[in-house]
């Protein structure tokens, strides 16, 4: 359908994808499909076929002839094709034997074309900001790249890029650093360069701040490429189901353009612009998930605090804030904005069950080593959180009695994440207290506002168009003049009560 609508070809009736209707059955398994096929289906692999063999070892096919390479190609289409359209009759009756026939039509079929005109429509980029951008990340990617030469006396990079086993050999056998391993490996991925650093400053401080800063320059410079925009200077990003929690992923397009729009840098978002003659308004579902997890902590416990801050108003409670006064010990009136920041992580980390060592390597990249917290610490800030939180724990004991109950976890809106195959640990604990709260906030985002505002925008055709849809928020591009109708009509659409657990919660929606 990407590919029709580049042609200007509309597909009518569309009703069913493959991908999406296995995911909504079983969300956290794959979805390829040559995967689907190969379960449900006695079609023997074929996706070989459009490859050609480059040496006798390949699995591709060989072509004697142009016109045998298009037979293959056709037929290799034509496969695809049939065994699409036997999936789906297997799935449509799965579907129906779970009564999740309605649910499929609600969360994937209706956000066919809501997703497609996102997906065509794109964010405009200005060229020449990405131009000069890109070419002073080039020239700083080039000066610590020397710097890392003349420190190692050799080149620690490869024909395409750093090589880990130069870096690990400068590292581990050069400057004789402690060795950092993973699955009984020298590893030299972030964590472990930040934990030397903060371990071996004298030895480490230099060498591993300079291959941070060069890897985080180059991945910069990767989002500046003229090969992520098309002509007309738009970066288009294709949104799938492909997360267990039914939050859409963000990657490149079909063309092989775009990126993830999703995690675009925070020193690279004044690259975009908003469309001619429009204003970017962003609208933003307030503490989203941190209110879904009291809510349903309160219900279960019958925490009235944890109701009230679940239900308070942005300008008259400020969660984050109220737990960084925890953590620290002071009043609210003297958090500081780093304070603050910390208050907030710590709700998300408690919330999904992270203990101190993952908090402490998950804020190091958060905040690329600017934030720097021992596991200690982390763990210290974690066990205040939860000890003025004590219904949080019990939510918590909730969810893991759920799952070794039923092997399934059920969202306010029918989503299933089904783990009759999974093994019982920490891990899946994690997953499941995460689960319910981040798709409870993705459904509602795309249920009553991405959908719901596709069509006001066609029905009233207007010229505002959504840019970016980034997991609890709505990036939108709109004429001056339209810019407080889509705010108003998304705030009323998003604003409406909704229960969990029995605890009906209404969540803010703050205008950018």
Known sequence: TWWLA????TVANWQWDTLAAHHALDAAAAHALAYLASIDSRQPFWKFMKDAKESDDDEGAE?????????????????????????????????????????????????????????????????LRRRDGHAQLILACKELRDQLTTMAGTSLHAAKGESPKKVAAFLYDTLKLPRRTLK??????????????????????????????WRG???????????????????????RFTTETGRLNSSKNPFGTGRNAQNIDRTLRHMFVPDDGCVFVECDLSAAESRVVRARAGALTGDQRMIEIARSKPWEFDDHTNTASIIFGRSTDQITKLERFLGKQTNHAGNYGEQGKT??????????????RTPEECQRMLDAHMLANPAIPLWQRSIRGELLANRRLVNSWGRVLDIRFDRMDDDLYRRGYAYKPQSDVGDLLNQ????????????????????????????????????????????????????????????????K
């Open 6 to 9: 580049r042609h200007g070809v």
């Open 63 to 127: 072509f004697d002839s142009a016109s045998d390479a298009v037979t293959a190609y056709y037929t290799y289409n034509g496969l695809d094709a049939a065994v699409t359209r036997e999936l789906i009759d297997v799935y449509e009756a799965r579907l129906k034997a779970a009564n999740l026939l309605d649910f499929y039509g609600h969360h994937y079929r209706d956000m066919f074309m809501p997703l497609l005109a996102l997906m065509q429509h794109g964010i405009r980029m200005d060229e």
């Open 184 to 213: 009984g490996r020298a590893t030299t991925r972030e964590v472990a360069l930040r934990d030397l650093i903060i371990k071996y400053p004298a030895k480490a401080a230099e060498p591993c701040s300079l291959i941070l800063e």
């Open 217 to 239: 320059k180059k991945k910069q410079s990767e989002l500046l490429t003229e090969h992520v925009t098309d002509a007309d200077f738009r970066m288009r990003s294709s949104y």
């Open 359 to 372: 908090f402490s390597e998950n804020l190091l990249k958060l905040t690329e080593g600017e934030v720097v």
């Open 448 to 511: 009553w506002g991405l959908v719901p505002l596709h069509a006001f925008l066609a029905e009233r055709a207007l010229r505002s168009r959504i840019n970016c849809q980034v997991h609890d928020s709505l990036l939108v591009s709109c004429p001056p003049d339209e810019a407080w109708l889509v705010y108003d009509f998304l705030r009323t659409s998003l604003e409406r009560p909704r229960s969990y657990d029995g605890i009906e919660l209404v969540v803010p929606v703050e205008l």
